[in-house]
């Protein structure tokens, strides 16, 4: 069984197969775990928000390491209720005082609209109760993010917000100003 990032072509049809490799890579991984001893308190007092997109190493591209940072993920890293959701728990129980957003360049949601709910709902006979958030300026979403978490209620940490987009091509983070 390969080990690679890009399992075979029979593994990828197989959807199970893919789930035993990653729990045979657990059971390697717990072999020779040892409880690092730390809170659930991220040492840099950050919460980092950013998109699911595979293409994202975040730990690797910010200089992370376990234990420095909460990290929410979603599709296109948008501020959802359920990202300030997230947010307020690290803030008000967990001690972050940072937020940092992460989108990135060639989002997928960049082709996406609104008219993938109603698909759905044709499809299903049910629409979600979520809206897509697709956007075509992913600067402009940024700033609506940031916006987002700088005028939540719940939060109680807005002063230090800063929103980013990262460059799939080359790595690098280029800073969005604020609206």
Avoid: K
Avoid at 2 to 22: C, G, K, Q, W
Avoid at 79 to 89: A, E, F, H, K, P
Avoid at 106 to 113: I, R
Avoid at 121 to 130: I, K, L, S, T, Y
């Amino acid at each position: 069984m390969s080990t690679s990032a890009h399992p075979s072509t029979d593994a990828i049809r197989d959807e199970s197969a893919v789930t035993d490799r990653l729990v045979e890579a657990n059971t390697r991984y717990a072999a020779d775990f040892t409880d690092p001893g730390m809170d659930a308190r991220p040492v840099l007092h950050v919460a980092v928000v950013a998109c699911m997109d595979a293409r994202l190493d975040l730990h690797a591209a910010l200089g992370l390491e376990l234990g420095d940072c909460h990290t929410i993920r979603n599709a296109g890293g948008v501020v959802t209720d359920d990202v300030i959701r997230s947010l307020t728990i690290s803030q008000r129980a967990l001690g972050t005082r940072s937020v940092m957003l992460v989108h990135h360049t060639n989002c997928g949601l960049e082709s996406l609209t609104e008219d993938f709910r109603h698909e759905l709902e044709d499809e299903v006979g049910q629409r979600p109760a979520w809206a897509v958030e697709a956007f075509r300026d992913v600067d402009q979403d940024v700033r609506q993010s940031m916006q987002r978490v700088r005028t939540s209620p719940f939060l109680l940490h807005t002063d230090d917000v800063r929103g980013f987009v990262f460059d799939v091509t080359t790595g690098l983070l280029r800073e969005i100003t604020p609206a």
